[in-house]
């Protein structure tokens, strides 16, 4: 036993004779009375899994540090690099999931419009990261960086197979009437017509590419390394759940409680009448608006209204001699009486439009003859009023003509008609 009075003297001679090989591991003060630091090496058991025992041994160590009584403590070694990723993985890899799923969100928010395939679409790419995890349970593929990092892309992946079936189905025009039956289509079935137009017309591309990322991530499977092999089944898994999230799940959230888009088809086309430069002694006209709306599907609708007043009104007959008029006819009658009203409404619509656009294409061949009558039996004045009368409606409609190549045509036709 050392007196505390030669600890010092003793440690110095220690150093300096017999411990000379541990000098390097203790550092004392200038004048020999203080230790100021000094290191130790500790040995322990074979470490054979560093996602569990190499995590157990790590917090251990650093709370026997943290709570020795000699100051600051802290220990290291090279494996400490392997067991420091696996305390971290659930914290960064949250963290990067829920980050890179709020990116998505956002994206596919700005590019649809719509919060309702926004929120599917998250929930299919949610899925695959789902599923990945249950795959390497499956294949006995435990948590490492390797995996890790292709859990995190696989959520950029799995939108690509998500993304264009929802946009596609936004794009799709449901019609209000069957085209064979011409009855009223439920909103149940108008999804459906708008999850398989969806299909239909973006299916075949988001098809083609997942199967060329399968071919090009197919020549992995045959490698010994570990790195590949791993590559190898994180990504089939991505693609066969975000192929079938994309083609099977989507469509069928989608035809169930999808969003049902009322696009409303309206053009304008403005004819302007010729100033009072062009047609000397005419005030100048207002211009003329025409108004053009898409009414193929209420026209459709229209089509039976007078076959279905007829056989409304021989029902209401049938039933006149046993009673009294039901509720049931009388909406029957009052909706047949709505749907011919809107017939020869839509009726009278067309032809005042056609009347419209006949009137305002004889006021622009007035206008441009400056109000005199075509010469009777002129072949080439006829052709050039065509030709003249072709180019103006083409300025009114806003469609772009090269006057050139109509004033050379007017010329070989003269030529010929000479």
Known sequence: MVKESKFYDCLRNYLTYNGEYQASNVILSEDGTQILGFRQAINTVYVKSAAIEGVKILKDIRTICDNA????????????????????????????????????????????????????????????????????????VKLNSVTVVNIVIAIGLAVDYSAHI????????????????????SNFEKRVFKARGALGKMGSSVFHGALSTFLAIIVLSPSDSYIFKSFFKMWFGIIIYGVANGFILLPVMLSLCGPIS?????????HRAPSDKDAAGKQPQKATTIELNVLDKDLEGAQDASSEVSSDTVEDLDDGGQGGETEAQRRRREKAAQRAALKQSLNERTMQNQQDLDAQAARLKLAEHGGQGLLPGSSANMADVDARHAELLAQQLGVPDDQAQR??????RRELKR
């Open 69 to 140: 009584p000699y100051g600051k403590f802290f220990s290291f070694t090279q494996r400490y690099y392997d067991f420091e990723s696996y305390v971290v993985f659930n914290k960064e890899l949250t963290s990067n999931v829920v980050l890179a799923l709020l990116a998505v969100f956002v994206v596919i928010l700005t590019v649809t419009a719509n919060l309702t395939v926004t929120v599917m679409v998250l929930f299919c790419v949610a899925l695959v990261d789902l599923f990945l995890f249950s795959l390497l349970a499956m294949w006995d």
């Open 407 to 412: 004033r050379a045509l007017r010329e070989q």
């Open 262 to 270: 009322g696009l409303t088809y309206k053009r304008k086309v403005q």
């Open 166 to 185: 929802g946009h596609s189905y936004l794009m799709v025009e449901p019609p209000d009437f069957d085209r064979v039956t011409k009855r009223p289509l």
